[in-house]
């Protein structure tokens, strides 16, 4: 799963880490609300893990929803959330990595994902960051069912 946080540069993510995307992958495999994974641009060299959701879960108002999973190997991350409506996206995004706007670890808030605040985690295993931002889409699920 790459190397500590500890050992990176501060000023970069470094190279993807395949042994997490795939990881991920078969564990996203097996969720329910899981219709389909795709490795970006392909499944030797990925850098990229596509997850399609059922959109049948949702609202008719939400005609696609999807993350989008870059894992690297100094541990940085961004896992991007994204329902696609007829009148605007609603998304957001998990992140870890250096930038100027905040914390190395912090979240863009929905709906547009351009309000950032820094983010704090009880740990930063892959799977339990996984495991975080699933529970976060079953919330928003219920919400949007709640207040349909």
């Known amino acids: 799963m790459g190397h500590s946080p500890d050992d990176s540069a501060d000023h970069s993510t470094?190279?993807?880490?395949r042994q997490t995307l795939r990881l991920l992958e078969r564990h996203l495999a097996s969720e329910s609300l899981v219709v389909e994974t795709a490795f970006e641009p392909d499944p030797y060299e990925p850098r990229l893990l596509a997850v399609f959701l059922d959109a049948d879960r949702y609202p008719e108002?939400?005609?696609?929803?999807?993350?989008?999973?870059?894992?690297?190997?100094?541990?940085?991350?961004?896992?991007?959330?994204?329902?696609?409506?007829?009148?605007?996206?609603?998304e957001c995004r998990w992140d870890r990595h250096p930038n100027t706007h905040n914390s190395r670890l912090h979240f863009h808030e929905p709906p547009a994902g351009?309000?950032?605040?820094?983010?704090?985690?009880?740990?930063?295993?892959?799977?339990?960051?996984?495991?975080?931002?699933?529970?976060?889409?079953?919330q928003r699920i219920e919400t949007l069912w709640s207040s349909h």
């Open 14 to 17: 470094g190279p993807s880490d």
């Open 61 to 90: 108002a939400v005609t696609t929803a999807r993350l989008n999973i870059r894992w690297f190997t100094t541990g940085d991350f961004s896992i991007h959330y994204v329902e696609t409506r007829a009148e605007a996206d609603w």
């Open 114 to 138: 351009t309000e950032v605040v820094d983010l704090e985690l009880s740990s930063l295993h892959p799977l339990e960051v996984y495991s975080t931002v699933l529970t976060a889409i079953e």
